[in-house]
């Protein structure tokens, strides 16, 4: 599968990656820049437009960084939505041809998962797959800046990197460990919420909707405990990663002490400007790790999934390893000939039929079947969509056999009363119709394909004595009257008009033979229409309202994709994201950013400082440094400790909005649209939205401190930052309300692909009975290319807006380097010059984070708010 997908996509990941690389080498050059503005305001300069120089080649580094990286991304979103594509057409078609066996393995609701949640993680590792190499490639460069700067005393960093990295390999297994432990988790859960979904109205009537929903809320609790564990290992990777810029600096300053290596303004920021650099890729490595461990176990999940046994063809299958009902038959049936199938519940009637269409496994002997074959499964099967889609089933109309259809299958009264006629919409499963009325619209299915061969699965179960009297006249008897007919039926009252009855009994064909030579020579046989007269004269005596009576009634399907109770105020629990973790987050994040912004300012002002020891000062940044470890370590545990509090009350909240919302909510939502839901928001809630919300508050910070320092150092530049921020808060408005609705379109769009699944693994046997598999097939594509449409745009539209923020920020660094270096601005001292770019070069960074994780936060909030107001 790995090099399947490397294969297909070779020349785009190769051309991504030469963009990656250029944004590497162009970012690497600031640090050295930075050094030369430096040389320029202690008046070293090379030449006399030295400056001027500088400004120019800063300008338009940054502006090849900018562009580099947006292809960058822009090529790695591109390549990842068609794998994600390809991999939910490729589960999509697995499931057609799934054999009995692999349908044991995985259930509806685990094939869901790997579509909604797999696929979409193995879509956005392509997006991270140059990070990997890339921050590697970027620390080593970092390095060698280090080194100019610093020589031997390189040699402390590079250790302290070399630390950090072996202390968070251990982290990475066992979060591997435990991530696939919480994926198997998640397919029980909604393995358990499918079925309780899918017969919602069934728990109603019954009033077993607390049971069910204690039944999820302890696998959900399952899922919590493996939850917490996987995120506290996040926490102590975010610890590591977000407080080794810190160590590393301490550790490089203390070996320049020890070495006695000289440290100047020039050296030492072009060394906390290299790692200011590197710092928010090398705090993304735990999300980096994340990613390549969740993207592991999908692809192990979807590989497992697309190996595992099918059906070979439409009539010969492979033995399976699971105990089966053993079949022992040798029957032929002649062209036009009616065949009754009865026996006892259990006895293998719908087996045979199934060997028939070729779903049973086959150990051995042959089934041949000449023509074409209808199917009516013993519980219908319908789809969302109209009673004329539903009957024509991919067919072309012809009007005067769909009219002669409708007769016999007795629907014309009852499409004369709806609205709309037989354009009128019926809901999923055809939640609105009687279970008489759906079997009808099945069988007017069947007979619509005018088939040579009819396979009917006790089609009259669902009906009431004169209704199924009528149709067995009308259907079988006179429209069936020149085809072949198998009919399962436990209605003996039927089978004096067959040709031959097969009575059936564990599995074997007792007796093959005309009614009246079965009733004088079979024993087995009379006890059973004994037993069924009995049973149906008792049913008589009770007196069954006819089908015909069954007042229809339909929903109008809702357009939103949220379903809008009584939830006009929030629950506390919906906040809790929005109020605890935005306090604690906040505080600790202004700490933080607070405590280096201290650290740096003692730095740039006594670095050249004769009346302040190196010690003095190297003790007071390494205390400081100490103590803002110390803020990482309390933010990192309470954001965990936070997140999965959360994920708790919104987990619980939707589950209860599920078990209370009326049946007419899930008469008018599709299923598809609640498991998406239920799926893959809920995961990105789980996993995604407290940590993309501490990288995005950091960023935000660091971006906001800055501009301060670059407009307390060079105020002339505040001329150019204020119509700038104004610029850029104009662009951002304009982006975010055309952002926000091509977010609703994609999660409509991917509600659609969801329910169209469950659909089709619901009526797999019938779809593979008609032959409709590439037609159900091209739809699914049909459906992945609009759901991939807008998330495209989306991401364009995303990378647009980052390139148009960060060609502003290149200019208002480019004028400030000019400012300070070139301006009278008696504060311009070199130490201060330092610190001002070295915050400044990182700009362009720190919005870039601020922008992607606040936009992915807005995206995954939006898909929050409308996952709890279901």
């Not at 338009?60 to 794998?83: D, H, M, P, Y």
């Not at 990197?161 to 994926?183: F, W």
Request: hydrophobic share 45%; with cysteine; glycine share 4%.
């Amino acid at each position: 599968m790995r090099s399947m997908i490397f294969s297909c996509h070779r020349k785009e990941i190769l051309t991504s990656g030469v963009f990656a690389l250029i944004k590497v080498i162009t970012v690497s050059t600031g640090p050295l820049l930075l050094k030369a503005f430096i040389d320029v305001a202690e008046h070293k300069a090379a030449f006399a437009y030295e400056g001027y120089a500088l400004t120019m080649a800063l300008f338009l580094a940054k502006c090849l960084e900018s562009l580099s990286e947006r292809q960058w991304n822009f090529r790695t979103r591109l390549i990842g939505v068609q794998v994600r594509s390809m991999l939910s057409a490729a589960i999509y078609q697995k499931q057609l041809r799934l054999s009995n066996d692999a349908k044991m393995n995985h259930s509806p609701g685990e094939i869901v998962n790997y579509v909604t949640i797999d696929a979409y993680k193995l879509g956005e590792f392509p997006y991270w797959f140059h990070q990997i190499w890339t921050t590697c490639l970027q620390l080593c460069l970092a390095l060698f800046v280090v080194y100019y700067s610093v020589g031997l005393a390189t040699a402390g960093a590079l250790a302290a990197i070399i630390l950090t990295v072996l202390a968070s390999s251990p982290l990475a297994k066992l979060q591997h460990k435990y991530q696939t432990k919480l994926m198997e988790q998640q397919d029980t859960r909604l393995k358990a919420i499918t079925e309780a979904l899918a017969n919602m109205k069934v728990l109603k009537l019954y009033a077993w909707e607390t049971h069910f929903k204690k039944v999820i809320e302890v696998t959900r609790k399952e899922e919590l405990r493996s939850l917490s564990i996987v995120q506290f290992q996040r926490g102590c990777q975010m610890i590591l990663f977000w407080s080794s810029p810190i160590i590393v600096s301490v550790v490089t300053f203390w070996s320049c002490y020890i070495l006695g290596i000289p440290l100047y303004a020039s050296n030492v920021f072009t060394f906390l400007a290299s790692l200011r650099i590197v710092q928010e890729p090398v705090r993304l490595i735990p999300d980096v790790a994340t990613m390549f461990i969740e993207a592991k176990v999908s692809l192990d999940r979807i590989t497992k999934f697309l190996e595992a046994p099918e059906l070979q063809n439409k009539y010969t299958r492979q033995k399976g390893n699971d105990p089966e009902l053993d079949l022992s038959v040798f029957i032929r049936f002649k062209p036009g000939a009616k065949v009754a199938i009865c026996g006892e519940v259990g006895s293998g009637k719908s087996t045979l039929l199934a060997a028939v269409l070729g779903e049973a496994p086959r150990v051995n002997g042959i089934v041949h079947v000449h023509g074409e074959v209808a199917y009516v499964s013993q519980t219908a099967w319908i789809q969302t969509g109209t009673i004329r889609e539903n009957i024509l089933f991919g067919s072309t109309k012809d009007q005067i056999r769909y009219q002669e259809v409708l007769k016999r299958c007795s629907l014309l009264k009852d499409i004369d009363l709806l609205p709309f006629g037989d354009l009128t919409e019926i809901g999923e499963r055809g939640v609105n119709l009687s279970g008489g009325q759906k079997q009808r619209v099945q069988l007017a299915r069947a007979l619509y394909r005018n088939a040579d061969i009819y396979l009917l699965d006790d089609p009259f179960s669902a009906v009431d004595a004169h209704t199924a009297t009528s149709l067995f006249n009308e259907y079988v008897m006179e429209a069936l009257s020149e085809k072949t007919v198998l009919l399962v039926t436990h209605q003996v009252d039927f089978l004096p008009a067959f040709n031959s009855i097969l009575l059936m009994s564990a599995g074997e064909i007792l007796q093959a033979a005309t009614y009246d030579e079965l009733l004088a020579s079979c024993q087995e046989f009379r006890e059973l229409v004994d037993a069924h007269k009995d049973t149906v004269g008792s049913e008589r005596s009770r007196g069954y309202a006819s089908g015909k009576n069954y007042k229809w009634s339909f929903q109008r399907s809702d357009s939103k994709d949220s379903y809008k109770g009584n939830n006009k105020q929030k629950p506390q629990e919906i906040n809790l994201l929005r109020k605890k973790k935005e306090k604690q987050e906040t505080q600790a994040s202004n700490l933080t950013c607070i405590g280096q912004l201290i650290q740096n300012y003692f730095l740039a002002a006594d670095i050249q400082n004769p009346y302040v020891s190196k010690v003095e000062l190297f003790t007071i940044y390494s205390v400081i440094g100490l103590i803002l470890a110390v803020f990482l370590l309390s933010r990192s545990f309470c954001l965990v400790r936070l997140s999965c509090d959360a994920s708790d009350s919104i987990s619980s909240t939707l589950l209860n909005s599920l078990f209370r919302a009326p049946m007419s909510f899930y008469d008018s939502t599709p299923l598809g649209r609640i498991l998406s839901r239920v799926s893959s928001d809920l995961n990105t809630v789980d996993l995604d939205v407290a940590f993309k919300l501490a990288v995005s508050l950091g960023s935000t910070l660091n971006a906001y401190t800055s501009l301060g320092i670059l407009a307390i150092l060079t105020w002339p530049v505040l001329f150019l930052i204020i119509p700038m921020v104004y610029l850029c808060i104009v662009v951002q408005r304009y982006y975010f309300s055309t952002a926000k609705e091509l977010i609703r379109i994609s999660g409509t769009t991917k509600s659609s692909v969801v329910n169209h699944l469950a659909e089709s693994i619901a009526g797999a046997m019938t779809i593979r009975a008609f032959g409709e598999e590439d037609r159900f097939f091209s739809h699914s594509l049909d459906l992945i290319d609009a759901n991939a449409s807008p998330y495209f745009h989306s991401f364009s539209a995303n990378e647009w807006l980052i390139q148009c923020l960060e060609i502003p920020c290149a200019i208002v660094l480019s004028a400030s380097a000019l400012a300070m270096t070139l301006l009278p601005l008696g504060a311009s001292t070199s130490g201060f010059v330092g610190m001002a770019l070295s915050y400044g070069l990182s700009l362009n960074v720190l919005e870039k984070c601020q922008l992607q994780e606040a936009i992915q936060q807005k995206d995954e909030g939006l898909n929050a708010k409308e996952l709890v107001l279901v």
